[in-house]
């Protein structure tokens, strides 16, 4: 070795190998976290104002996807909102378990508005899109908010 490789390699200190950084997509994940926290708060309140206010919807209950009554509709609503809010702070937080049961979430959430479409055509169709992006986001990007 020589005395210029000698001092070079004192002087320049070693930097270990940094961990995998996340990428830009991380925010896509937080995104979805705060989303779930959206979606379960409004079906929290879609939920109480099926147990509260039949009339409030633009059919009634055998205009339905599936003709029951709009108290097992509220029910289903509030308990997939808190359980969706509770997933969403489980996201924020970076646990593997929230993804995933983000994604039942979702899932389940899609099927119930798809089911109560005729009721709130509107609302329905925004909360679909609402569940396809959290879906899209936790199944593609979802490793990234751990690091």
């Not at 099926?50 to 609503?77: C, I, M, N, Q």
Request: with cysteine.
């Amino acid at each position: 070795m020589t005395d210029t490789e000698a001092r070079q390699s004192y002087e320049d200190p070693y930097v270990p190998p940094s961990p995998r950084q996340p990428s830009g997509w991380v925010g896509m994940v937080v995104f979805a976290g705060v989303m779930l926290l959206m979606l379960g708060s409004f079906q929290a309140v879609e939920g109480v104002i099926a147990l509260f206010r039949d009339e409030f919807y633009l059919t009634t209950k055998s205009g339905l996807v599936v003709p029951v009554d709009f108290d097992t509709y509220g029910w289903t609503h509030l308990l997939l909102g808190l359980i969706a809010v509770c997933t969403g702070l489980g996201i924020l937080a970076g646990q593997m378990w929230a993804r995933v049961v983000g994604i039942i979430v979702a899932c389940l959430s899609a099927l119930v508005n798809l089911a109560f479409l005729p009721a709130y055509p509107i609302w329905s169709v925004i909360v679909i899109a609402m569940d396809v992006l959290i879906i899209y986001a936790l199944t593609a990007h979802g490793r990234e908010v751990k690091a």
